[in-house]
């Protein structure tokens, strides 16, 4: 867009992978081979990306025996037990000796927080008293996350933990010389909460190689019981209630109810699915899906629905928008960022059913509206690149380990116009995208 600073030049300098060659790098994050989320994904190819421009990595996190991701790089385990009530979560206790002794021995040039966890709150004091510089990127809206843990555990009074959630934010962002936000509103609730923090923006890519309209096959739906004609209404993400799962049993059943023919089909598990099985029995659950089953689920379904508050930003969203398809999304941080409401698909208001009922009903019954939303969205998911988000990462780095000083910048949130302004140091600029 024009006017807009391409985010592959750095205060009208092209950015320079050398910034990061043979710089030592520690990430701490508390998701990275244990759990297949976007959080693990995301931070497993930004380390690949690192590595192939020359930094050295060494990430600090939980693990279990039989990791179900494939790491890239090396992964020195922190001590860690199954979060409360969520197995398949890991709680960080701290670092541990024997990581003490590899992050000592590995002498980091820069810390790079992912996670607001122990580990990550022991990581800082470290850097701190050694005066290693520390960046932070936010990936888990975790007071969202809270309203689900407090009301599974039923727990009622949430103001209390909210309090000291941002209480413990604004001492754990603060100190960061960045911190990495993938949207103008997670940087504007952060505002919101007194986490001033000097704010970047990184929205994450998509691979279109892989998630592309072409993957759909006749073969894939026939394998499951889908027409060609029928319209098939798509879910994909990790099985846990969190996730919106309540509204996406509701819309599917409130279809049913109007007597409007559709399928629906579920990609992902976790501890919600027997349960969630038991709501939509005529469901298609396909199960954890990656690579090219993964991309054929997409190109073979018509509509995404996704109905989760709790993103930052939505990949799932992004990767079905690159396979054609309009999406039905809340009107929360991540996914409004990637949603054009009436254009590439439609947003409704957390948690409202008839809303979400009422959106799907429409793309599902108007096959003219879902094709020409799929092409929009098709088009505008193109605009995010994987190459592109990485690449600012370098920048960003390269601003901390080679500094230097910047003349203008431009400041922008959500909602508002940008507004020239002399500054001293780099401000959260937009996405090329946008």
């Given at each position: 867009?024009?006017?807009?600073?391409?985010?592959?030049?750095?205060?009208?300098?092209?950015?320079?992978?050398?910034?990061?060659?043979?710089?030592?790098?520690?990430?701490?994050?508390?998701?990275?081979?244990?759990?297949?989320?976007?959080?693990?994904?995301?931070?497993?190819?930004?380390?690949?990306?690192?590595?192939?421009?020359?930094?050295?990595?060494?990430?600090?996190?939980?693990?279990?025996?039989?990791?179900?991701?494939?790491?890239?790089?090396?992964?020195?385990?922190?001590?860690?037990?199954?979060?409360?009530?969520?197995?398949d979560?890991?709680?960080?206790?701290?670092?541990?000796?024997?990581?003490?002794?590899?992050?000592?021995?590995?002498?980091?040039?820069?810390?790079?927080?992912?996670?607001?966890?122990?580990?990550?709150?022991?990581?800082?004091?470290?850097?701190?008293?050694?005066?290693?510089?520390?960046?932070?990127?936010?990936?888990?809206?975790?007071?969202?996350?809270?309203?689900?843990?407090?009301?599974?555990?039923?727990?009622?009074?949430?103001?209390?933990?909210e309090?000291?959630?941002?209480?413990?934010?604004?001492?754990?962002?603060?100190?960061?010389?960045?911190?990495?936000?993938?949207?103008?509103?997670?940087?504007?609730?952060?505002?919101?909460?007194?986490?001033?923090?000097?704010f970047?923006?990184?929205?994450?890519?998509?691979?279109?190689?892989?998630?592309?309209?072409?993957?759909?096959?006749?073969?894939?739906?026939?394998?499951?019981?889908?027409?060609d004609?029928?319209?098939?209404?798509?879910?994909?993400?990790?099985?846990?209630?969190?996730?919106?799962?309540?509204?996406?049993?509701?819309?599917?059943?409130?279809?049913?109810?109007?007597?409007?023919?559709?399928?629906?089909?579920?990609?992902?598990?976790?501890?919600?699915?027997?349960?969630?099985?038991?709501?939509?029995?005529?469901?298609?659950?396909?199960?954890?899906?990656?690579?090219?089953?993964?991309?054929?689920?997409?190109?073979?379904?018509?509509?995404?629905?996704?109905?989760?508050?709790?993103?930052?930003?939505?990949n799932?969203?992004?990767?079905?928008?690159?396979?054609?398809?309009?999406?039905?999304?809340?009107?929360?941080?991540g996914?409004?960022?990637?949603?054009?409401?009436?254009?590439?698909?439609?947003?409704a208001?957390?948690?409202?059913?008839?809303?979400?009922?009422?959106a799907?009903?429409?793309?599902?019954?108007?096959?003219?509206?879902?094709?020409?939303?799929?092409?929009?969205?098709?088009?505008?998911?193109?605009?995010?690149?994987?190459?592109?988000?990485?690449?600012?990462?370098v920048?960003?780095?390269?601003?901390?380990?080679?500094?230097?000083?910047?003349?203008?910048?431009?400041?922008?949130?959500?909602?508002?116009?940008?507004?020239?302004?002399?500054?001293?140091?780099?401000?959260?600029?937009?996405?090329?995208?946008?």
């Open positions: 867009m024009a006017g807009v600073p391409s985010p592959y030049t750095a205060n009208g300098k092209a950015t320079r992978p050398e910034d990061v060659a043979g710089k030592r790098i520690a990430l701490f994050t508390g998701a990275y081979n244990h759990i297949a989320d976007g959080v693990s994904l995301t931070l497993n190819r930004l380390v690949a990306y690192l590595e192939k421009h020359g930094a050295e990595v060494l990430v600090f996190a939980p693990t279990v025996s039989d990791p179900p991701v494939q790491h890239v790089g090396t992964l020195v385990p922190v001590p860690s037990i199954q979060f409360p009530g969520r197995p979560y890991r709680l960080a206790l701290g670092l541990g000796s024997k990581a003490r002794q590899r992050l000592d021995a590995f002498d980091p040039h820069l810390f790079h927080l992912a996670t607001p966890d122990y580990a990550g709150a022991r990581a800082l004091r470290l850097a701190r008293k050694r005066r290693i510089p520390v960046v932070a990127s936010f990936h888990t809206h975790f007071v969202s996350y809270l309203k689900y843990f407090v009301s599974y555990h039923k727990y009622y009074r949430v103001e209390p933990l309090n000291l959630l941002w209480r413990f934010g604004r001492w754990f962002y603060l100190p960061c010389e960045h911190v990495y936000v993938p949207t103008f509103e997670i940087a504007d609730a952060l505002r919101a909460h007194g986490i001033t923090s000097d970047r923006l990184w929205p994450r890519g998509v691979d279109t190689n892989l998630f592309n309209p072409s993957k759909h096959t006749t073969d894939w739906r026939q394998a499951y019981g889908i027409a004609d029928e319209v098939v209404i798509a879910f994909v993400s990790r099985l846990v209630w969190e996730k919106g799962l309540h509204v996406y049993a509701e819309v599917i059943k409130g279809l049913k109810a109007r007597g409007i023919p559709h399928r629906s089909v579920i990609v992902g598990d976790g501890p919600a699915r027997t349960r969630l099985a038991e709501r939509l029995p005529d469901t298609i659950f396909t199960g954890h899906l990656r690579g090219e089953a993964l991309a054929q689920a997409y190109a073979c379904s018509d509509v995404f629905l996704f109905p989760s508050d709790t993103e930052t930003f939505g799932v969203t992004l990767e079905a928008m690159a396979s054609g398809l309009p999406a039905v999304c809340a009107d929360a941080a996914s409004n960022a990637l949603v054009l409401d009436g254009m590439t698909g439609f947003l208001s957390p948690g409202d059913t008839a809303g979400f009922l009422d799907t009903q429409r793309l599902v019954t108007d096959a003219p509206l879902r094709r020409e939303m799929g092409l929009q969205a098709l088009e505008r998911a193109q605009s995010y690149d994987w190459d592109e988000a990485m690449t600012r990462i920048r960003y780095y390269g601003e901390i380990l080679r500094p230097h000083p910047v003349a203008v910048g431009r400041v922008v949130t959500n909602g508002q116009a940008p507004a020239d302004l002399h500054v001293t140091k780099p401000v959260l600029m937009p996405p090329s995208s946008v």
